[in-house]
């Protein structure tokens, strides 16, 4: 059984301490900056802290302080592996189940350290020492802030808050999700008043686009969107062959299965990107409908109800029906 009382831990925490922070595969906005402004908060505490991510991610990410220090499991995997085994404590942010730490999901399983999650997926399952688990917090950057006051602290510096809130932006859909609370937004304000620009952060995720993934956007909109009215459903597909015509790079995509939802009586979006020996798929829903028990149902996948992923090994068209 994993604790919610972090008093022990935080008298661990009051010497210092060797620490590793790891996060998801294909690591999102909400995913790097919560272990960066995690990493950034520890640091000022004294600690000595690595972030190790599983895989690549978007260039759009990499402008958050502290992004230089990050070790890529995949193609160091040596390095990764014995920086994680040597840390005494294993902060586990923005998931809740090993395998979707994707090749780490060995090493988090056998390495004996201290293991903390922080997350706000729903289902936890209990593979570590100590739980932050809140379903109902936008992001796990929001929870960042809640642990640093459990801590008896605050959040320090601008650094720290820059990461958070991008975190708290990509993972709220730029506040609009009805998971942003008053707390967010209280949050939000302590992370201001700390110097963070909101508009730079914004422009830094938002307005740093290729020419090629604009008009990429444009073709799933105008050539490869399907709408099924009648099921309240509408989805985008793109092969391996379309990714090439638009010189695809990762994050490419990120988003635009959000478009198919702002057409009226549309409730259930999703997209299916081919990808090597799979097929990568996202859904979204507005209102009731569960994503998160349909990707796990059809697609050996997960998230949260009304945003979720998961993967197909059939054909693009076999997937799509
Ligand atoms: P996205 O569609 O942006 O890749 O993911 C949306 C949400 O679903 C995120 O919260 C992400 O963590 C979760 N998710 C995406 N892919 C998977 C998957 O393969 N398995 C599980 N369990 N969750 C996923
Ligand atoms: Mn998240």
């Known amino acids: 059984m994993s604790k919610t009382d972090f008093t022990e831990l935080k008298k661990f925490l009051s010497t210092t301490r060797k620490i590793a922070i790891v996060a998801h595969k294909s690591p999102d906005g909400d995913a790097i900056g919560s272990s960066l402004g995690l990493y950034h908060y520890l640091m000022y505490k004294g600690h000595s802290v690595q972030v190790i991510m599983p895989n690549d991610y978007p260039t759009f990410l990499k402008w958050m302080p502290g992004n230089d220090k990050i070790v890529l499991h995949e193609g160091n995997e040596q390095n990764a592996e014995a920086l994680i085994n040597d840390a005494e404590v294993l902060f586990c942010l923005d998931f809740n189940t090993p395998s979707r730490a994707f090749g780490l999901e060995e090493v988090l399983r056998k390495s004996d350290n201290l293991k903390v999650m922080i ?115 509408a989805f985008i597909s793109l092969s391996l062959d379309e990714k090439k015509r638009f010189r695809f790079e990762k994050g490419d995509m990120e988003g635009t299965v959000n478009y198919p939802l702002s057409i009226e009586g549309i409730n259930f979006s999703a997209i299916f990107i081919e990808a090597e020996g799979l097929i990568k798929c996202s859904f979204r829903s507005i209102g009731d409908f569960d994503v998160n028990l349909f990707a796990r149902a059809h697609f050996d996948g997960g998230g949260h109800r009304n945003a979720a992923g998961g993967r197909s090994d059939l054909s693009l068209e076999e997937t799509k029906k």
């Open 119 to 233: 997350d706000h997926h729903p289902q936890p399952d209990g593979f570590v020492d100590y739980m932050l688990s809140d379903t109902s917090s936008c992001s796990t950057a929001q929870l960042i802030h809640r642990f640093a006051q459990m801590m008896g602290d605050k959040i320090p510096n601008k650094e720290s808050g820059a990461c958070l809130y991008c975190g708290i932006m990509t993972d709220s859909g730029n506040f609009r999700f009805p998971s942003v609370t008053s707390e967010t937004h209280r949050i939000v304000a302590d992370l201001l008043d700390l110097g963070v620009k909101h508009d730079e952060v914004y422009n830094s995720v938002h307005n740093t686009s290729s020419e090629h993934r604009l008009r990429l956007l444009g073709y799933c909109l105008d050539d490869k969107l399907e709408v099924h009215s009648k099921y309240g459903t």
